[in-house]
């Protein structure tokens, strides 16, 4: 299956402990080189512990004009947004005061799924001005069953195959079982970049699999940015089941 998008990335392995300083390097890069380029950046955020530190850090990166940064998100648990387990919250006490609050295009998970779906579209065709956005920065977790934003196995077909670009999902494994909005792998690859993170021991199954015979059984095997580069960020455990490089 070396035709998956996940081939395309380049795979890093690093120390847990680095895993935060690196990835808040690869933003703030992308941020001025967008900024520089296109006097605006686009960022789409994950969710999940393995960003958490990371995103403390750019609280404090030098050199970025926040107010040319717009933040989106790449799926979000249906709840309200000051809940603790709110992909929203997480970024927002951790950086988000840096941003204009005009420029965050938050997932409204306090309303009804379909509603909070459909009004996101709306969003995005707005921003993208009559189209849908084309990112400078797609951040992006995985799960130990190989998930990644709330594209889970289960939904991974309907995901793939709907001509939707935010969908709504129902979790399949641990953590909150609270329905979730997500971006469609077609909407998350509309980027100039791509990062994947991945931490864990509990990973490491998931993350050999997505190079196995049946890697396509995995959501996050479907990413890879269609307009640039695709970095996967692994820690040693994570990476501890694939073959020597
Ligand atoms: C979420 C994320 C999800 C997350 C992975 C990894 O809403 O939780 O979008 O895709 O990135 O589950 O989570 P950890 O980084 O906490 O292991």
Redesign the pocket.
């Known amino acids: 299956m070396s035709s998956l998008p996940i081939y395309k990335a380049v795979r890093t392995v690093l120390p847990g402990e680095e895993v935060a300083a690196r990835l808040a390097a690869l933003v703030a890069s992308d941020l001025r080189q967008a900024i520089a380029e296109r006097g605006r950046a686009r960022i789409v955020l994950?969710?999940?512990?393995?960003?958490s530190e990371a995103y403390q850090l750019l609280a404090n990166l030098p050199d970025i004009d926040w107010s040319r940064v717009t933040v989106l998100f790449?799926?979000e648990?249906c709840i309200p947004p000051t809940n603790p387990d709110s992909?929203f919250h997480l970024a927002d006490i951790a950086f988000l005061f840096q941003v204009h609050p005009g420029h965050i295009v938050r997932m409204e998970g306090e309303v009804p799924p379909e509603e909070g779906a459909y009004r996101y579209l709306e969003m995005l065709y707005t921003l993208g001005n009559r189209e849908l956005p084309i990112f400078d920065l797609v951040l992006?977790?995985?799960?130990p069953d190989g998930?990644?934003?709330?594209v889970f196995r289960g939904s991974l077909k309907r995901a793939l195959q709907t001509g939707a670009a935010v969908i709504i999902t129902e979790p399949e494994v641990t953590?909150p079982p609270v329905t979730r909005l997500t971006m469609t792998p077609a909407l998350l690859n509309r980027a100039r970049h791509t990062v994947i993170a991945v931490r864990?021991e509990e990973k490491a199954g998931a993350v050999a699999e997505l190079y196995g015979r049946r890697g396509d059984r995995l959501p996050a095997a479907h990413i890879a940015a269609a307009l640039g580069p695709t970095d996967l960020i692994l820690d040693q455990a994570a990476a501890s089941q694939l073959p020597a490089q």
């Open positions: 994950a969710g999940g512990s393995t960003f790449g799926d648990r992909n992006l977790g995985m799960g998930h990644t934003a709330s953590g864990g």
